[in-house]
């Protein structure tokens, strides 16, 4: 076969055909070709390179001997002591003898109800007594006598048991006089109306003049109100959480002063004396899911009155495994962390958590102390797969972030935060 011969400029190559200007265009061609080929290549070696453990910051489990515990309640303020006062006999007030709004002492008189018609009570009570001591003298010296007749067989029988019998009724009508005397001595004791109790007296609610009785309801009330008493209802999960606290306490077997209890008063203010528990009622209510519980508080200036409202405020303090709330992650209604081993491989675990105080989160069961748990990446890891951990250092922007400052209602945001990562 013969070759044939190539020529310059734009001589054909076989027959007819140039070739100068189609050599320039293929070989252009040609480049781009092989340049997107090499490319190609270049990013299925990048795609094929395997990746590496993900980064993520770890910190070790550590255990907070004063982590706080804090929850409020709506309370009512009422006195430790309360009695409403009655009259105990009917008449007319004929006057008022303390001040309302003041401080009175147990026996102070309040009221005085006219004692005349009880004056003249007592003296017909005294007058009917001395007249049946003088029938019983009379029948007693009657029975004595006819009792010797008998014995001297002068009368008979009959008579000596009629006198005896008479005697024996007017000792009891002597005894009854006597009675009648004490009942009408306390009538009219009952005029003076006074305070049961120390304590504060309230607005009367008679004037001089009424007439009052058992019957025609209360005149006044006396409360005590140091210590005062502070109402409040605790839920029944609340209750559960911290019954075996809440029993020590009240039967001396934990300190009092172990449970804190602050007022937060209507202005926000906090009431300087602490509280203690007094009592936790016998029946949980079927209709509301609550326990009523009361606590008492140092009153001695008085300021704090009954009908106040005010936040109970508890804080205590309890040793505690914490992690940063970073390090816990919500899914699916479970609180999950990953815990990285000495292999560096990271384990994806359940946990029960507790309060969220500061930066941390309270762990209750699910980690034990010194296990190293992602604080930053929780988010790159997969269960049972090796991380590159680094330590992390806590950040601390303010009083407010550190692991004993008390954070209320803390759950429900950051919850929300690590669910949605």
Same mark, same amino acid.
């Given at each position: 076969?013969?070759?044939?011969?190539?020529?310059?400029?734009?001589?054909?190559?076989?027959?007819?055909?140039?070739?100068?200007?189609?050599?320039?265009?293929?070989?252009?061609?040609?480049?781009?070709?092989?340049?997107?080929?090499?490319?190609?290549?270049?990013?299925? #070696?990048?795609?094929?390179?395997?990746?590496?453990?993900?980064?993520?910051?770890?910190?070790?489990?550590?255990?907070?001997?004063?982590?706080?515990?804090?929850?409020?309640?709506?309370?009512?303020?009422?006195?430790?002591?309360?009695?409403?006062?009655?009259?105990?006999?009917?008449?007319?007030?004929?006057?008022?003898?303390?001040?309302?709004?003041?401080?009175?002492?147990?026996?102070?008189?309040?009221?005085?109800?006219?004692?005349? %018609?009880?004056?003249?009570?007592?003296?017909?009570?005294? &007058?009917?007594?001395?007249?049946?001591? &003088?029938?019983?003298?009379?029948? $007693?010296?009657?029975?004595?006598?006819?009792?010797?007749?008998?014995?001297?067989?002068?009368?008979?029988?009959?008579?000596?048991?009629?006198?005896?019998?008479?005697?024996? &009724?007017?000792?009891? $009508?002597?005894?009854?006089?006597?009675?009648?005397?004490?009942? &009408?001595?306390?009538?009219?004791?009952?005029?003076?109306?006074?305070?049961?109790?120390?304590?504060?007296?309230?607005?009367?609610?008679?004037?001089?003049?009424?007439?009052?009785?058992?019957?025609?309801?209360?005149?006044?009330?006396?409360?005590?109100?140091?210590?005062?008493?502070?109402?409040?209802?605790?839920?029944?999960?609340?209750?559960?959480?911290?019954?075996?606290?809440?029993?020590?306490?009240?039967?001396?077997?934990?300190?009092?002063?172990?449970?804190?209890?602050?007022?937060?008063?209507?202005?926000?203010?906090?009431? %300087?004396?602490?509280?203690?528990?007094?009592?936790?009622?016998?029946?949980?209510?079927?209709?509301?899911?609550?326990?009523?519980?009361?606590?008492?508080?140092?009153?001695?200036?008085?300021?704090?009155?009954?009908?106040?409202?005010?936040?109970?405020?508890?804080?205590?303090?309890?040793?505690?495994?914490?992690?940063?709330?970073?390090?816990?992650?919500?899914?699916?209604? #479970?609180?999950?962390?990953?815990?990285?081993?000495?292999?560096?491989?990271?384990?994806?675990?359940?946990?029960?958590?507790?309060?969220?105080?500061?930066?941390?989160? +309270?762990?209750?069961?699910?980690?034990?102390?010194?296990?190293?748990?992602?604080?930053?990446?929780?988010?790159?890891?997969?269960?049972?797969?090796?991380?590159?951990?680094?330590?992390?250092?806590?950040?601390?922007?303010? +009083?407010?972030?550190?692991?004993?400052?008390?954070?209320?209602?803390?759950?429900?945001?950051?919850?929300?935060?690590?669910?949605?990562?």
């Amino acid at each position: 076969m013969q070759v044939p011969a190539i020529r310059n400029g734009s001589e054909s190559v076989g027959p007819g055909r140039p070739i100068g200007r189609l050599s320039s265009h293929a070989i252009q061609l040609l480049c781009m070709a092989s340049c997107l080929w090499f490319a190609g290549c270049e990013k299925k #070696k990048e795609a094929a390179a395997p990746a590496g453990p993900p980064d993520v910051l770890v910190t070790d489990v550590r255990q907070v001997d004063n982590i706080p515990y804090q929850r409020e309640w709506v309370g009512t303020l009422d006195g430790s002591v309360n009695s409403k006062v009655r009259a105990r006999v009917q008449g007319y007030i004929v006057r008022q003898a303390f001040d309302e709004g003041t401080i009175v002492k147990k026996g102070d008189l309040l009221f005085e109800i006219d004692p005349a %018609p009880y004056v003249a009570a007592l003296e017909k009570a005294k &007058a009917a007594m001395l007249n049946a001591q &003088a029938q019983e003298l009379e029948t $007693s010296v009657t029975a004595k006598r006819k009792v010797e007749l008998f014995q001297q067989a002068t009368i008979s029988a009959e008579e000596r048991d009629q006198a005896v019998q008479a005697e024996a &009724a007017n000792i009891a $009508s002597v005894q009854a006089a006597k009675a009648a005397v004490v009942e &009408a001595e306390l009538n009219l004791g009952y005029t003076k109306v006074v305070s049961p109790i120390d304590g504060i007296a309230s607005i009367s609610q008679v004037n001089v003049g009424d007439l009052v009785g058992p019957s025609t309801g209360e005149l006044t009330e006396v409360s005590t109100v140091n210590p005062i008493k502070a109402k409040f209802y605790i839920s029944e999960q609340e209750y559960l959480k911290a019954a075996k606290k809440i029993n020590d306490v009240l039967t001396g077997k934990a300190l009092s002063h172990d449970v804190n209890l602050t007022l937060i008063l209507s202005d926000g203010s906090a009431f %300087p004396e602490k509280g203690k528990l007094s009592t936790v009622n016998l029946n949980a209510d079927s209709r509301t899911g609550t326990v009523e519980v009361e606590a008492l508080f140092p009153n001695p200036d008085n300021i704090l009155r009954p009908g106040l409202f005010a936040l109970v405020r508890l804080v205590t303090e309890s040793k505690s495994l914490v992690v940063p709330q970073s390090s816990v992650l919500f899914m699916q209604g #479970k609180y999950l962390v990953a815990v990285v081993d000495k292999d560096g491989k990271a384990k994806v675990r359940p946990v029960e958590v507790g309060e969220k105080v500061g930066t941390v989160w +309270e762990i209750k069961e699910g980690l034990k102390i010194g296990e190293q748990v992602v604080a930053e990446g929780i988010q790159k890891v997969r269960d049972d797969e090796k991380v590159n951990a680094k330590p992390y250092v806590e950040k601390q922007t303010g +009083e407010g972030d550190k692991a004993g400052a008390p954070k209320t209602d803390a759950g429900s945001t950051s919850e929300t935060q690590n669910g949605a990562r």
